[in-house]
């Protein structure tokens, strides 16, 4: 520690016994950390790969969410984030967009994957309870025990009141009692637009009329994040960006046409596998689940971050496994 500034710590500074392992350090991991924190826990939390962050995952907060960041500290001093009101259907219909306004005018935010996920570290690992610990694999061996395996050296085994799992849908530990079958539902194309408009500004936009929907919003003064879902089956051959182009360029809005156009010309496009696959909150063993790997939604609905952070909290606040 330097200052009141918590370093990220070595395996050879971990120490044996926690009150909590928290596995992976993405926003369901931080908000995790931090719930369990602030009711006075001691927190190992663990991030296998950092430059996972770097990946074309989920971006938008909505208001509960961001009330969960805000409530545990994790919000403050994030750069920029984008204010968002709400959604706006456009359903290529002929009649105007539908406009659908959180309640009582509530907002969330949006921000780039990787800047969130960073800023979210950072704020974590300063809690006085908790260390981070990155570039080493958390396995759950049982509900209070973890073996930390670095990439040389000697395994580490770690006691725990508390091991949740929180890496993602692909977590390693988040086999349960083998009845969630995880569905194959589309590809999701990510692409990143510059110097456009969206038709109403604050929101994010749903574009129906293509083959699948396209969720489209802004995450920083100059670029839109456009995410445009192609179920499976479409198409035959490569989904090249010349074919997204064809196939959806006339169901944009035209203040996003030329954009796209460019984009596609010039940025490669980032892909994704949507999947369903039902939740479950812990593991046979009594493993803690949360986030993606208690359950996966279709990520046009935009709830995988806040679905953590509302995950987060009720673990942090039920009095045991069960009643979370």
Known sequence: MRGNIHETIGLTDVRPRYDAVVIGAGPAGC????????????????????????????????????????????????ANPVKTRGFVVCANDGLDPIRLDYPDGHTGFACEHETLVTHLR?????????????????????????????????????????????????????????????????????????????????????????????????????????????????GRGPHTPEWIWETFAEVLPPSLRIGVRNALSREALSWAANAFRPRCYQTASGVALVGDAAGVFHPLTAMGITMSLLDAEALAAAPSLDAY
């Open 31 to 78: 908000g995790v950390a931090a719930c369990l924190a602030d009711r006075g826990a001691s927190v190992l939390l663990i991030e296998s790969n950092p430059n996972a962050a770097r990946r074309f995952a989920g971006e938008w907060i909505h208001p509960e969410g961001a009330r969960v960041l805000r409530e545990h500290g994790l919000l403050a001093g994030l």
């Open 122 to 234: 950072q704020r974590v690992k300063r809690l006085p309870r908790v260390e981070y610990i990155e570039g080493v694999r958390g396995r759950a061996l049982d509900a209070d025990a973890v073996e930390l395996l670095g990439r040389r050296g000697p395994s580490k085994r770690i006691v725990a009141e508390r091991v949740v799992v929180a890496g993602g849908r692909s977590a390693r530990n988040a086999d349960t009692r083998g009845t969630r079958r995880q569905v194959p539902i589309s590809s999701m194309a990510g692409l990143l637009v510059t110097d456009a408009e969206l038709p109403v500004d604050g929101f994010g936009h749903v574009i129906l009329g293509g083959p699948g929907p396209v969720l489209a919003y802004r995450i920083d003064e100059r670029r839109i994040r456009l995410c445009i879902d192609v179920p499976r089956g479409v």
